[in-house]
């Protein structure tokens, strides 16, 4: 089932998302703008007023910096 995380404190993604986004499994299938409601429905929803929503970060932790 798609999970709406409704309305984030902050987020980092391409465009207006301000509403927050909508997941399935491990894809994001939908950016909501600010204000506006998924138009995916059936959606659990998670209050995400209190969260940061920032992309994924791999092995950044000692390849970063090789040359």
Do not use: Y
């Not at 995400?48 to 910096?65: D, K």
């Amino acid at each position: 089932m798609p999970l709406w995380i409704r309305n984030p404190l902050g987020i980092l993604a391409e465009g207006e998302a301000g509403g927050g986004l909508v997941v399935d499994g491990s894809r994001i299938v939908e950016l909501v703008p600010k204000g506006a409601t998924p138009e995916t429905r059936d959606c659990d929803i998670f209050d995400a007023g209190q969260h940061v929503i920032i992309p994924g970060l791999v092995n950044t932790h000692h390849h970063f910096f090789k040359p």
